[in-house]
């Protein structure tokens, strides 16, 4: 629901697939691989938003599976794709991957490949993002307005209303189940009415764009 993606093209990504003429591991080993558990976490979750605009500007599993170890290995990290190093360095290790995808791809169309890069690593994938010390991700905004958050440390990562930390799935369907009543829902929870406006909004656009 966040991220626009398909679960089949998720699962192959993060699961791996196998046919009868090809084998093909996880993009990468997911933080919650082996838990009882079927889901995604956090930083798993904002990693994926990054294969999908490779993908959709035509860059193969193969070559970001490359770059992603690549990366991983030069920034020490288990996410590099939402490192803020990957979007200084991120163009050289793509090069790098494509390189060693296809030993016949010429210098015009690495460079081709490498602005079409330039154009996949916008500041927009990395808007709303806050970042610990470390480089790592802490929390993510994925509104503008900031009035919706995912912190990994409250309600198990999911969409939460800022500064009130109650889910908005919840407040949306208590608002559907006291007929779209936003005053009650906020007296039943003790929040601003603002507080189930954000909740509400948040939800809404987050199902027109799976129905789009």
């Keep these: 629901r966040l991220t626009g993606i398909k679960s089949g093209e998720l ?41 999908k605009a490779f993908r959709q500007h035509g860059v193969s599993l193969q070559t970001i599976r490359i770059a992603a170890r690549h990366a991983r290995e030069m920034f020490d990290s288990p996410y ?18 494509m390189r060693e995808e296809s030993d016949e791809l010429d210098v015009v169309d ?34 503008k307005n900031r009035k919706v958050v995912l912190d990994p440390a409250i309600a198990f990562g999911k969409p939460i209303v800022t500064d009130i930390g109650i889910r ?19 007296r039943q929870f003790e929040v601003p009415v603002g507080a189930v406006d954000a909740a509400i909004r948040f939800e809404e ?3 027109e764009r799976l129905a789009a």
């Design 80 to 97: 590099p794709f939402t490192c803020h190093r990957f979007q200084t360095d991120g163009k050289t290790i793509f090069g790098e991957a």
């Design 11 to 51: 699962r192959r990504w993060l699961h791996g697939y196998e046919t009868d003429k090809v084998s093909m591991p996880p993009l990468w080993e997911t933080e919650l691989a082996g838990a009882d558990l079927d889901g995604l976490s956090f930083h798993d979750l904002l990693e994926v938003r990054f294969v």
């Design 168 to 186: 908005t799935d919840i407040l949306f369907e208590a608002w559907l189940a006291e007929g779209k009543d936003r005053q009650r829902v906020a």
């Design 205 to 207: 656009q987050v199902d």
């Design 110 to 143: 690495l460079h081709q490949k490498q602005f079409v890069f330039e154009k996949i690593i916008r500041p927009s994938l990395y808007e709303g993002i806050e970042f610990e010390a470390d480089d790592r991700a802490s929390r993510w905004f994925p509104t």
